[in-house]
Antibody, heavy 117, light 107 residues
Framework: EVQLVESGGGLVKPGGSLRLSCAASGFTFSDYTMNWVRQAPGKGLQWVSSIDSTSTYIYYADSLKGRFTISRDNAKNSVYLQVNSLRAEDTAVYFC??????????WGQGTLVTVSS | DIQMTQSPSSLSASVGDRVTITCRASQGIRNDLGWYQQEPGKAPKRLIFSASTLQSGVPSRFSGSGSGTEFTLTISSLQPEDFATYYCLQHNSYPRTFGQGTKVEIK
C-alpha cells in the first residue's frame, strides 16, 4: 500500500522557518517525481514545487522562488520542503504528492503550517 | 505560464442531476489534464487523467472530454457522495497550474 506521510508543520512566527518532510512507502520512490502542493484555509489548491527522481530538474512557483527549497533523499524515501522567511499568507496545509506521467496520483494527508505572531 | 480558468466556481444540484464543469487553458495543453475531487479535510483524489481516461476504481458516472484548450468534467447522475470540490490540473508544462475549483453543493 502506498503511503505518503507529511510532518514538520506547526505554528511559526512571521520571518521564521520550517522544514517539512514527506516519508514515502509502498512504491519505488527513486523512480518518481515528487511534488508539494498547498492549500490555504478555505482556498483552492496551489502547486508549490516539483523535483524529479534524480534531483536534476527542480521547479518552483514563481511567487515562492528564493524562499522555498525542495530536496529529496532517495536512500531515505523522503522529500523535503525548506520554507524560509515565512509570511501570514504562507499559512496552509502542505501536501506532498507522487508525480506520475499524468499529473499527481498518490497524495499524503498534509501538514498544517500556521504563520502567526 | 499556463492559466487554467475553471467554471463555475460553485453550483447547487440535486441527487440524480447531470453536472458539467469546464476548464479552459490559456494555451494548448494537448490532453495533459486531470480532474481531482476533494472532500473537506481530505487530500485530493484523481478521477480522470489524460483529459478523458477514468482512473481505476472511479465510478463510470464520471467522464472527461476535451483537448487543446477546452475541457469538461461531467457527472452523469449526481450521487450523495459526489458533493465535494473539483479541480482541474494541467501537467503539460511547469509551473503546474490548478483551476480555481468548483464546489458542488446540495440543492
Amino acid at each position: 500500500e502506498v503511503q505518503l506521510v507529511e510532518s514538520g508543520g506547526g505554528l511559526v512566527k512571521p520571518g521564521g522557518s520550517l522544514r517539512l518532510s514527506c516519508a514515502a512507502s509502498g512504491f519505488t520512490f527513486s523512480d518518481y517525481t515528487m511534488n508539494w502542493v498547498r492549500q490555504a484555509p478555505g482556498k483552492g489548491l496551489q502547486w508549490v514545487s516539483s523535483i524529479d527522481s534524480t534531483s536534476t530538474y527542480i521547479y518552483y512557483a514563481d511567487s515562492l522562488k528564493g524562499r522555498f527549497t525542495i530536496s529529496r533523499d532517495n536512500a531515505k524515501n523522503s522529500v523535503y520542503l525548506q520554507v524560509n522567511s515565512l509570511r501570514a499568507e504562507d499559512t496552509a496545509v502542505y501536501f506532498c504528492a507522487e508525480g506520475d506521467s499524468y499529473g499527481m496520483y498518490y497524495w499524503g494527508q498534509g501538514t498544517l503550517v500556521t504563520v502567526s505572531s | 505560464d499556463i492559466q487554467m480558468t475553471q467554471s463555475p466556481s460553485s453550483l447547487s444540484a440535486s441527487v440524480g442531476d447531470r453536472v458539467t464543469i469546464t476548464c479552459r487553458a490559456s494555451q494548448g495543453i494537448r490532453n495533459d489534464l486531470g480532474w481531482y475531487q476533494q472532500e473537506p479535510g481530505k487530500a485530493p483524489k484523481r478521477l480522470i487523467f489524460s483529459a478523458s481516461t477514468l482512473q481505476s476504481g472511479v465510478p463510470s458516472r464520471f467522464s472527461g472530454s476535451g483537448s487543446g484548450t477546452e475541457f469538461t468534467l461531467t457527472i452523469s447522475s449526481l450521487q450523495p457522495e459526489d458533493f465535494a470540490t473539483y479541480y482541474c490540473l494541467q501537467h503539460n508544462s511547469y509551473p503546474r497550474t490548478f483551476g480555481q475549483g468548483t464546489k458542488v453543493e446540495i440543492k
